[in-house]
């Protein structure tokens, strides 16, 4: 089941990014080795009661002219609208209800998006209390008072939250068809290739960055097997603000990415990867999908018997962290190598779901253990009891040792090294969970 997304939606200066912080708990502030997972977060995984859901901050840049603010608002909105399943639509108890507030609140309405009213800032709720009534004119139900800085509230305004998300998710249970996301910066080539896959001009195709407004899912059938295609093109916007397309693209991918078996991240070969082509990377492989890198407009470029090795180069080089993503280098204007897509998307979803069993997968660890000692520190050698797998999509290993701290990155990674050169596990990445059992 996907999880669902939750988008934070407000003016400027109400407080989102504070509600956003205290909401993602010291997971936001967790600096990441891996190159490429973006550091300035603007999404996270939330726990709350018995629901695990995505908050996104739709907070954008600062505009100085009131007319701007309005625009860059009604977009926030419009995206949010598009993409959660729920929205936390944030005001501001010291600034009072402004006419922004109003017209933002007349677009959520219209949405038929469950919308949760909050009022920000009320840090004392006997002393703010009279003003936060006033909210009531937005015609949004009962408003709740938090304190985002002082984290009050925030249980009461979650509870309303995760009311809504009852049965969601439930039919992706049951649509058992491969769900696979067409992935990254805006005008790559995204909806060409589901163009060319369905034979028809279905998705808006034009080269202004992000024509395609929202998230269209497409069926495409093939040798009897039905595929679901989630193009996930930015916002349209003729504003070629970089931070704000690169916002809206993350917001957009974040969603997508969650309703996914396999996620195809599209590179421009005329541009070659970019440092956001590795952010966008970077959500697919934390959320552990299967992945294939396709480098579009193949025919574009010149040549030469060198050409296709720098490109692989370069791509693995700057995406270090996922070498097991499959690379297939395509034209979306001549057709060039595409129909190897679905070959390769079949094999990443049966990699994704391959289970090993627990005798032969400790096989693999034995051998590997022979040829290469486990580390040991102050004279205490780390010792592998045995190796489980746990649950596919992603496939999850768990190793029982007699001491956490001695199981090193390292290690962990020349086991996976190990396992993949035994079962293959292409295009899909593989998570350890490493348990401590005490030698009696």
């Not at 907070?59 to 995206?79: V, Y």
């Not at 919308?115 to 840090?123: A, P």
Request: net charge neutral; aromatic share 8%; charged share 30%.
């Amino acid at each position: 089941m996907s999880k669902p997304v939750v988008a934070i939606v407000g003016r400027p200066n109400v407080g989102k990014s504070t509600l956003f912080n205290a909401l993602a708990g010291d997971r936001i502030s967790i600096v990441q080795d891996t190159p490429g997972v973006t550091r300035d977060r603007i999404y996270a995984d939330v726990s709350w009661l018995k629901y695990n859901f995505t908050i996104v901050d739709t907070g954008g840049i600062e505009p100085e002219s009131k007319d701007i603010i309005l625009k860059s608002m009604r977009e926030q909105a419009e995206i949010a609208i598009s993409t959660a399943d729920v929205i936390i639509f944030l005001t501001d108890v010291r600034q009072g209800l402004v006419d922004a507030d109003g017209k933002v609140a007349d677009m959520l309405r219209r949405s038929g998006k469950p919308v949760v009213l909050v009022v920000n800032k009320v840090d004392s709720f006997e002393k703010f209390m009279p003003d936060v009534y006033e909210f009531y004119n937005l015609g949004l139900g009962d408003p709740m008072p938090v304190s985002s800085s002082s984290q009050l509230g925030i249980g009461d305004m979650l509870d309303e939250v995760v009311k809504y998300f009852d049965g969601k998710g439930e039919d992706d249970e049951e649509d058992e068809r491969p769900r696979i996301a067409i992935i990254g910066k805006p005008n790559v080539g995204k909806s060409s290739i589901i163009n060319k896959l369905i034979g028809e001009e279905r998705v808006i195709v034009s080269d202004i960055a992000g024509t395609t407004r929202d998230a269209i899912d497409t069926a495409i059938k093939r040798n009897g097997t039905e595929y679901v295609f989630i193009d996930t093109a930015g916002l349209r916007r003729k504003n070629k603000i970089k931070e704000e397309i690169e916002r809206y693209s993350i917001i957009r991918t974040v969603s997508a990415v969650e309703r996914c078996n396999v996620a195809v991240l599209v590179i421009d070969a005329e541009e070659g990867i970019t440092e956001q082509d590795t952010k966008i990377a970077g959500i697919a492989h934390e959320r552990g999908k299967g992945m294939i890198i396709v480098v579009n407009k193949w025919d574009a470029i010149e040549k030469d018997d060198k050409t296709i090795y720098k490109f692989t180069e370069e791509i693995r080089q700057k995406l270090s962290y996922m070498p097991y993503a499959e690379l297939l280098f395509v034209s979306a204007k001549t057709g060039q190598r595409l129909n190897k897509l679905f070959e390769m998307i079949d094999m990443v979803i049966e990699n994704h779901s391959l289970r090993i069993s627990t005798g032969v997968v400790n096989e693999i660890v034995t051998e590997a253990v022979a040829l290469n000692q486990p580390p040991s520190d102050k004279g205490k050698r780390l010792r592998i009891y045995y190796v489980t797998q746990a649950s596919v999509k992603p496939p999850t290993f768990v190793i029982f040792v007699n001491d956490k701290e001695l199981m090193h990155f390292s290690y962990t990674r020349y086991l996976e090294n190990k396992i993949r050169e035994a079962f293959g596990f292409r295009g899909t990445p593989l998570k350890f969970l490493i348990r401590e059992r005490k030698e009696k």
